[in-house]
C-alpha cells in the first residue's frame, strides 16, 4: 500500500496584522504572514506515518502552492515522507476549491503512474480542512473527481487482513467504514498529538530534490484551473468587527438584566431576519434573473430522522424564494423515508423529491451523491442549500463538484443581490457571507460560471418558521439509478451514542477566571451559572475558562479558552471573574453577546462585552442564578 | 541516520555572532575547495525570533564579513542604509517633568552615534542567515540544545531538549527523545545567560580569576507613531535620569528612543540588574518613562505594536571568560562581549563570530581541535577593536555599583576616569543587592503587563513540563515574608509569576526567555531551563 498525503502552508491566523488585509480586492497579503504547516495536514502525516506502521510503502507529500511552499513538503519529509511534490504554477493561482480540487487530482493521477508505477492500491490521506480557507471542500471534491470513496473525519483506522477501515465521527456518534476499492481518501480530524521532526530527519529533508510540476505537466485543462475555473469569487471582505466598539451595557438590577439578555438573544436572530425582509430584494424592472428554478433545501436524515438544522434552512429558502417569486424545494434520499415529507411541507417546502431506495439506507457519499445530482439535473433549481453539518460538508462539494456549481460553505448570512464587477452584471443572484480566517474576517462570496447557487449553512443561525400542519404540498417520486457497484464503501459498524459536545461548537459558554479564586469555588459558581442560564435561553450551556483558571487546575485545558486554547464564537458568552487578557481576547471576542462579570470595574473584559455586572462572584453568581431560574420557571 | 547528526563544526544559537561566524567560516572553507560541514541550530521557531537588541549598528564591521554588502540591493540593506543616524541627542530626565539636552560636546566619544545605523536584530539575523545558506551553511531552527557532550576533557557536541513530553513529564505518544549531535567543533553563541556555554566555564574551570558576570535588563516597545509625528527619522535621542528618582538616582540605568522606519519608533530602558527595589518591575518602568513629558510629546498618538525583553551581560572585561577548551569555543553575548560603555554589542558579536572562524579554520588545516589550538581565537579577539574597548572600559559598572546611592552623581564622573585605576574593581552578583526598598509609588499609564507579553508573539506548547521551577518552593514562602512581596512577580518583564497568598503560581507560557528572574531570585531557587524547540517570543521587528 502506498500513501499520498495532501499539505498546505498557511498563514499563521493566530496573529493577522491589520495591515495584512487588502480591503479593497477581498485578498490576502500573504507576504506579511507567517507560513505554517496546516494543523489538521500534521494529522494526516500522523494517520499516514501509522498505517505505513501497519502496511509498508510509500509516502508522497503533495502541496499546490507558490515556489516557496517547498517549505511545507520539507517539513512533511521531516515528519516521515519519502517524495514531495510541489505544484506550482502562476495559472494555478486565485482558484477556489473546485479549481484547486482538480489539478490536485490529476497530479494524484500522476503520482499514481510515475511514482507508484501504475499500482492503484494507495490511500490519500489529508486534513479534514485548512484553517484559512476552512471549507473541507477541497478533499471531498478530489474524490468526486477521481471518483473513489471518502472517509471524512476520520479519528483513527486499522488494517483487517490488509485492507483498510477506518472509524469517523457522525452526528449521531460514530461508525466503522471500509473502502471496497483503491485508491480511497481519508480525511482525519484530530487524532493524536502531531509527530514533531527530528534533528536528522529535518538535515535529510533539506538535502532531498523536491518534484516540481507545472499545469501542464498534469495535463490540466486550462479552463478548469486558476481564477478562469473557479465557480465561486470573492467580492467583499470585511472584519466582523465593522459595527464598531462595543458599549457595555452596565445594569446591577439582575432582573432587568436577564430580561434585556434575553431579548437580545432572540432579537439577534429576528432582527438579522427583519432587516432583511426590509430590504427585501426587488427584481428591476428591465432586467432578468441569472439563475431560475426553485431554490431547495437538502433535506438530511439520519436512522430515519431529520436533522432540525433543515427547517432552519427552510425557513430561509422560503425567504429567498418569495423574493425571488419561486417555489420551496425539499430533497429527502434514504430508504422508507418518504413520511418525512409532510414535516418538511409544514416547515415551508411547496414540493418534496423523495428518493427511496434500499442501498441509501445508510449515508454514504458516493451513492448520495450520485442521487442528488441526478435530481438537480432533471429539475435544475437555481439554489441548493445545505446545514453545514458533518454529512452536509461532505455531500455538498462532491454533488456540487458533479454539477458544476459553486459552493460556500458555512455561510452565516444569504442575500439576493444585484451585482456589478467590471463589465459583468449579475442580477439576482445570492450573495454569500462567512467567517473567514478562523473568524477574523467575514467574506461575501457569489457563485459564477455555476449551473446551481450551492451552500452550506451554520446551523443555529436561521431561524425556522412556525411549522403549519395544514399545509399542502406536492410530492415528486424519483427513482434512484444506483446499483452495488456505486457505493464505494461500506459501514462496518457503527455506534449510536450522544457525541460529547466540543466547547467551540457551543451555543452558550460559561467563563471562569481567575476571579473564582478557588477549585471549590469555580466548581460552585461556574457551573450552576452554565446550567440556570442554559435552561433559560433552551440551549445548552458549555463550561469553560481562562488560562489563569486552568493554571490554577480549576478546570483541565481542553476547556481552555483563548490564544493557546479554543477560539470560541458562542451566541451568549459569559465571562465571569476574567479580566480579559488580549490573550484570553482573542479567543471569544466574535462571540455574539458577551456579559461579564467582574469586582473590577475597569477590567478590560468590559471593553468587548455587551453587558456587565460589577460585582464579587460570590455574591453575584447565586442571586443571578436565582433570578434565571425563577424567570425560566414563570414561563 | 546516526551520519546525519555529525557534522564538522556546530554553531549553537542562530543569532549575529554565530550566523556571522559560520558565514565567515563557509568562506574560507569554499576558499580552499573544502567541503566540511557547518550546521548552525535555533531554539526559535523562525530565524532572528529571539534576538533581541536596541539595535544602534556600527555597521562598519560588516566590511570585513561581506565586503560588497553595500552594493547588495536586498531590501534588509537599503533599509539600514536609509536608517543612518542624523541626529543624535542626549538629554537628563530630572523628575516626570524637566528634562536638559546635552550639548554634543560634552558627551565622550563613545556615545555618540551619528553614522551608525538603527536596525531590527530580528532582521540582521534574518539576513545574515540567508547569506550563510547561500554559502552552504545549514541553519536548522526549532531545535533547543539542552546539555553540552562532554567526553573525559573534551566537548564532543550537545544533546537537544526532548519533545513531546507531558506535564508531570511522561512521555506522550509523539515523544522525540533529545537527539545527540557531535561535531569536532562546537561553537557556543547562545546570547546572554547562554546555559550550555554557562556549564562549559564551570566544567572546564574557564572563569577562575574573574569576576562574576553582572547583566542589566531591556525592556523594549516599537511604537507606531501617526503619520505626521514630530519624531522624524534618521534620529536616536539617549536619556538618563527619569524614571530614577531625582535626588538619588540608584538605579543604573538609562532609555532610549530610535527611529527605526516610517513612522516606527523603538523604545527601550535599560537597567543595571543589582537594584535594591524588590517591587522595581522593568516593563512598569518602561511605562513611567513614557509618562515623562519629553517623552510623551515625542511618541504623541502613538500606539504599541510590538514587546520583548532581554538581559545583557555588563561585566565587561574582567567578567569574560576564557574563550576556548577542548572542541569548543564562546561566541558573543554569551562570552559577555558587550561594550559596557555603549551598551553595545552587535558588533562585537560579529567580530568574536569571525575570530572564531578563523580559529577553526586553521584548526580545521591543521586537524588539531584542542583547546591550545582553538586559543588562537582569543589571541585574535585580544588584538581586535573588542577587546581593546573592553580593556578601556574595565571598571565601568563597577564604579557605579561602588557610587550605590550616589549612583549616577558620582558614579558618571567615575565613570570617565576609571580606565586609569589600575586595580582590577570587583563585581558582586546581581541578586545581591535585593533589599526590603520599594518604588515610590509612581503614575501607572501605558499599557500593562499581559497585553505587553502578547505583543511579544511568545507561545509555549502548555503541555509540557514547565521549564520554569522553584529548587525550594519553601523559600517562596519565607521571601515574600522577607520583603513583604515576592520579587519575582515584579522583576520579571512578562509575567510569569504571580502572588497568590505565600505561594507563587506559574504561568511559563508568558515566558520570553530573558532569564532575568535567575539572575535577580534573591534566593536564587529559580530553575530557568530550555523548553521545547519552537516555543518562545516571536520577535520580527525588535
Known amino acids: ?635 | 541516520m546516526s551520519e546525519l547528526k555529525k557534522m564538522d563544526v556546530l554553531f549553537v544559537g542562530a543569532g549575529p555572532a554565530s550566523l556571522a561566524g559560520a558565514i565567515k567560516l563557509k568562506q574560507l572553507l569554499n576558499e580552499k575547495g573544502r567541503d566540511e560541514s557547518v550546521v548552525v541550530i535555533e531554539k526559535a521557531d523562525k530565524i532572528g525570533q529571539h534576538s533581541l537588541s536596541g539595535a544602534v549598528f556600527e555597521a562598519g564591521v560588516l566590511d570585513e564579513l561581506i565586503p560588497d554588502w553595500k552594493g547588495r540591493q536586498d531590501s534588509f540593506v537599503t533599509r539600514m542604509l536609509a536608517n543612518d543616524v542624523k541626529r543624535d541627542e542626549t538629554f537628563f530626565l530630572l523628575g516626570q517633568r524637566l528634562s536638559f539636552k546635552l550639548p554634543e560636546a560634552v558627551m565622550p566619544a563613545y556615545l555618540r552615534h551619528k553614522g551608525d545605523h538603527v536596525v531590527s536584530v530580528n532582521e540582521l539575523a534574518g539576513w545574515l542567515a540567508g547569506i550563510a545558506e547561500g554559502l552552504g551553511v545549514e541553519v536548522y531552527t526549532g531545535f533547543a540544545a539542552k546539555d553540552v557532550v562532554i567526553e573525559g576533557d573534551w566537548v564532543r557536541g550537545v544533546t537537544l531538549g526532548d519533545k513531546g513530553l507531558d506535564k508531570e513529564g511522561n512521555r506522550q505518544p509523539n515523544h522525540l527523545p533529545g537527539e545527540t549531535l557531535e561535531a569536532k567543533v562546537t561553537v557556543f553563541g547562545e546570547g546572554s545567560l547562554g546555559q550550555l556555554a554557562e556549564r562549559l566555564v564551570k566544567e572546564f574551570d574557564l572563569g577562575s580569576g574573574r569576576n562574576p558576570q553582572v547583566y542589566s535588563v531591556g525592556a523594549k516597545e516599537i511604537i507606531r507613531l501617526p503619520q505626521d509625528n514630530s519624531f522624524g527619522l534618521n534620529r536616536v535621542v539617549h536619556t538618563f535620569g527619569f524614571p530614577n528618582r531625582a535626588l538619588t538616582p540608584d538605579v543604573f540605568g538609562g532609555g532610549s528612543l530610535y527611529s527605526v522606519g516610517e513612522n516606527l519608533v523603538a523604545v527601550a530602558i535599560i537597567l543595571a540588574l543589582d537594584w535594591r527595589y524588590c517591587d522595581l518591575s522593568p516593563q512598569r518602568e518602561l511605562q513611567v518613562f513614557k509618562s515623562h513629558s519629553l517623552i510623551k510629546r515625542l511618541l504623541e498618538g502613538g500606539e504599541v505594536t510590538a514587546y520583548g525583553a532581554k538581559t545583557i551581560p555588563e561585566g565587561g572585561y574582567h567578567s569574560v571568560p576564557e574563550l576556548a577548551t577542548n572542541g569548543a569555543v564562546i561566541i558573543g553575548d554569551a562570552a559577555g562581549l558587550t561594550s559596557v560603555r555603549k551598551l553595545k554589542g552587535l558588533h562585537y558579536a560579529i567580530k568574536s563570530g569571525i575570530a572564531a572562524a578563523e580559529a577553526i579554520m586553521r584548526a580545521i588545516e591543521r586537524q588539531d581541535f584542542s583547546g591550545d589550538a582553538l586559543r588562537t581565537y582569543g589571541d585574535l579577539l585580544e588584538n581586535s577593536f573588542v577587546m581593546r574597548d573592553l580593556r578601556r572600559a574595565r571598571n565601568h559598572r563597577q564604579v557605579f555599583a561602588k557610587a550605590g546611592r550616589a549612583g549616577l552623581y558620582v558614579g558618571a564622573p567615575l565613570s570617565l576616569v576609571q580606565q586609569w585605576v589600575p586595580l582590577k574593581l570587583g563585581a558582586k552578583q546581581d541578586h545581591l543587592g535585593m533589599t526590603r526598598a520599594k518604588v515610590k509609588k509612581r503614575d501607572t499609564g501605558g499599557i500593562d503587563r499581559l497585553t505587553a507579553v502578547g505583543l511579544s508573539g511568545t507561545a509555549h506548547r502548555e503541555d509540557q513540563p514547565s521549564h520554569i521551577t522553584f529548587t525550594d518552593p519553601g523559600r517562596c514562602a519565607r521571601c515574600g515574608h522577607d520583603y513583604g512581596c515576592h520579587p519575582c512577580t515584579f522583576f520579571c518583564p512578562a509575567e510569569v509569576y504571580r502572588s497568590e497568598g505565600d505561594n507563587v503560581i506559574l504561568s511559563p507560557s508568558n515566558c520570553v526567555h530573558c532569564q532575568t528572574c535567575r539572575v535577580k531570585c534573591p534566593h536564587q531557587v529559580i530553575r530557568w531551563e530550555i523548553p521545547e524547540g519552537g516555543d518562545g517570543p516571536r520577535y520580527k521587528t525588535m
Open chain 1, 1 to 635: 500500500m502506498n500513501y499520498v498525503v495532501l499539505v498546505k502552508q498557511v498563514p499563521d491566523i493566530k496573529n493577522v496584522p491589520r495591515e495584512a488585509w487588502d480591503w479593497e480586492k477581498g485578498t490576502l497579503k500573504r507576504s506579511l504572514l507567517d507560513n505554517v504547516c496546516n494543523e489538521l495536514d500534521k494529522q494526516a502525516m500522523a494517520f499516514a506515518l501509522g498505517m505505513r506502521e501497519e502496511v509498508d510503502g510509500k509516502i508522497v507529500a503533495l502541496t499546490m502552492g507558490p515556489p516557496f511552499a517547498t517549505e511545507v513538503l520539507r517539513y512533511a519529509l521531516s515528519l516521515g515522507a519519502d517524495v514531495g511534490v510541489l505544484l506550482t504554477d502562476r495559472k494555478l493561482g486565485g482558484a477556489d476549491t473546485a479549481a484547486t480540487a482538480y489539478p490536485l487530482a490529476r497530479a494524484i493521477a500522476k503520482i499514481q503512474q510515475e511514482l507508484f508505477d501504475g499500482d492503484s492500491s494507495f490511500v490519500v490521506v489529508s486534513g479534514m480542512q485548512s484553517v484559512d480557507g476552512d471549507t473541507a471542500q477541497v478533499p471531498a471534491q478530489i474524490a468526486e473527481d477521481l471518483g473513489i470513496s471518502h472517509a471524512a473525519y476520520a479519528t483513527s483506522f486499522h488494517f483487517e487482513n490488509g485492507s483498510l477501515q477506518v472509524r469517523r465521527i457522525t452526528r449521531r456518534g460514530s461508525e466503522v467504514v471500509a473502502p471496497l476499492s483503491y485508491p480511497c481518501l481519508v480525511t482525519a480530524a484530530e487524532w493524536t498529538q502531531p509527530p514533531f521532526p527530528s534533528f536528522g530527519r529535518t538535515r535529510w529533508a533539506q538535502s532531498q530534490e523536491l518534484h516540481q510540476w507545472s499545469a501542464a505537466d498534469i495535463g490540466a485543462d486550462e479552463s478548469r484551473i486558476g481564477l478562469a475555473g473557479s465557480r465561486t469569487n470573492v467580492v467583499r471582505v470585511f472584519s466582523p468587527k465593522e459595527a464598531g466598539q462595543k458599549d457595555c451595557v452596565f445594569e446591577n438590577d439582575l432582573e432587568k438584566l436577564v430580561k434585556m439578555l434575553k431579548e437580545t438573544y432572540e432579537s439577534r436572530l429576528v432582527t438579522a431576519e427583519k432587516e432583511e425582509e426590509k430590504i427585501g430584494y426587488r427584481l428591476p424592472p428591465g432586467r432578468s434573473p441569472d439563475y431560475r428554478g426553485d431554490v431547495w433545501v437538502y433535506a438530511e436524515q439520519e436512522g430515519g430522522e431529520l436533522n432540525p438544522a433543515c427547517f432552519e434552512l427552510l425557513g430561509k429558502a422560503t425567504e429567498l424564494a418569495a423574493q425571488l417569486d419561486e417555489k420551496v424545494g425539499a430533497v429527502l434520499i434514504g430508504r422508507g423515508v418518504g413520511g418525512l415529507s409532510s414535516e418538511l411541507v409544514a416547515y415551508g417546502a411547496d414540493r418534496v423529491y423523495v428518493a427511496e431506495h434500499d442501498l441509501l439506507d445508510d449515508f454514504l457519499p458516493t451513492p448520495y451523491t450520485l442521487v442528488l445530482s441526478g435530481l438537480v439535473e432533471e429539475y435544475r433549481p437555481q439554489m441548493l442549500l445545505f446545514s453545514a453539518t458533518p454529512l452536509g460538508r461532505e455531500l455538498a462539494p462532491r454533488v456540487a463538484y458533479r454539477s458544476n456549481s459553486g459552493l460556500t460553505a458555512d455561510c452565516t448570512g444569504l442575500d439576493i443581490v444585484d451585482f456589478k464587477r467590471g463589465d459583468r452584471e449579475l442580477t439576482a443572484v445570492l450573495m454569500q457571507t462567512r467567517p473567514a480566517l478562523g473568524g477574523n474576517v467575514m467574506a461575501s462570496i457569489v457563485a459564477q460560471n455555476s449551473a446551481v447557487q450551492m451552500s452550506t449553512v451554520r446551523p443555529g443561525v436561521m431561524r425556522a418558521l412556525e411549522p403549519d400542519h395544514a399545509r399542502k404540498g406536492e410530492l415528486v417520486e424519483y427513482v434512484p439509478k444506483i446499483d452495488e457497484s456505486d457505493l464505494g464503501s461500506t459501514i462496518v459498524d457503527s455506534e449510536i451514542r450522544p457525541v460529547a459536545a466540543e466547547i467551540k461548537d457551543a451555543a452558550i459558554v460559561v467563563c471562569g477566571g481567575g476571579g473564582c479564586k478557588t477549585k471549590e469555588g469555580f466548581d460552585r459558581y461556574i457551573p450552576s451559572l452554565a446550567e440556570s442560564l442554559g435552561g433559560y435561553l433552551g440551549q445548552e450551556a458549555m463550561v469553560g475558562a481562562s488560562r489563569v483558571a486552568v493554571e490554577s487546575g480549576f478546570l483541565d485545558r481542553s476547556r481552555q479558552i483563548g490564544q493557546t486554547g479554543q477560539t470560541v464564537r458562542p451566541r451568549v458568552y459569559v465571562a465571569a471573574g476574567v479580566s480579559g487578557a488580549v490573550q484570553h481576547l482573542s479567543g471569544m471576542q466574535n462571540s455574539d453577546i458577551i456579559l461579564a462579570i467582574n469586582k473590577d470595574p475597569n477590567a478590560r473584559i468590559f471593553k468587548v462585552a455587551d453587558y456587565g455586572i460589577v460585582g464579587n462572584l460570590e455574591e453575584v453568581v447565586p442571586a443571578l442564578v436565582r433570578v434565571l431560574d425563577s424567570e425560566g420557571s414563570d414561563r
